[in-house]
């Protein structure tokens, strides 16, 4: 009797473990598509991701670089204040969108162009995504825009 109840034991441990592993390998391969990790410019710059990965870029839209071409395609450029990657993308635009300002895009690259499939500006003057903050930060050039400002005459 207490080898059959062992047994049933390790069978029934056994399918546990089965079910765990299968649920996990199912879970992962149904996500595969939905994670885009989140990259600044410089990132961009020093490791190029493959063509085929899908993933976030961020930063401050360059200064000058804001072009609008035939139809509802408009390149420009994103920076880290550090590098710049060349970004087109056919679509409407957010409405606070604009030179100088915060924004996310999700796509692919496309020889040395980030060509996005979407893209996020900030919602108020004060907004930046946190991903663009922490990568700001990293390259020593975030300015918090609540800090009181500094005098230099004082």
Same mark, same amino acid.
């Given at each position: ?7 049933? %034991? ?5 399918? =546990? ?12 391969? =149904?996500? %595969? ?5 989140? /990259?600044?410019? +410089? ?10 990965? &899908?993933? /976030? ?6 200064? !000058?670089?804001?072009? /609008? ?7 420009? %450029?994103? &920076? ?9 993308? &056919? ?6 969108? !604009? ?11 496309? !020889?040395? +162009? ?41």
């Amino acid at each position: 009797m207490k080898s059959l109840k062992k047994r049933r %034991r390790i069978q029934i441990v056994a399918i =546990a473990v089965a079910a765990l592993a299968l649920a996990t390998f199912l879970i992962g391969f =149904a996500m %595969r598509d939905g994670i885009n990790y989140f /990259r600044s410019p +410089t990132q961009v710059v020093e490791t190029p991701p493959s063509g085929s990965e &899908t993933f /976030r870029i961020g930063g401050l839209v360059e200064d !000058g670089s804001l072009v /609008r071409g035939q139809g509802k395609t408009i390149r420009f %450029r994103v &920076t880290d204040n550090n590098q710049s990657v060349p970004v087109s993308y &056919t679509g409407v635009l957010p409405d606070l969108f !604009g030179e100088g300002e915060g924004m996310v895009g999700t796509g692919r690259m496309q !020889g040395d +162009t980030f060509v996005a499939t979407e893209i996020l500006a900030r919602h108020d003057e004060t907004y930046m995504p946190k991903e663009v903050i922490q990568a700001l930060k990293e390259q020593g050039t975030y300015v918090d825009p609540k800090a009181a400002p500094t005098d230099p005459d004082s």
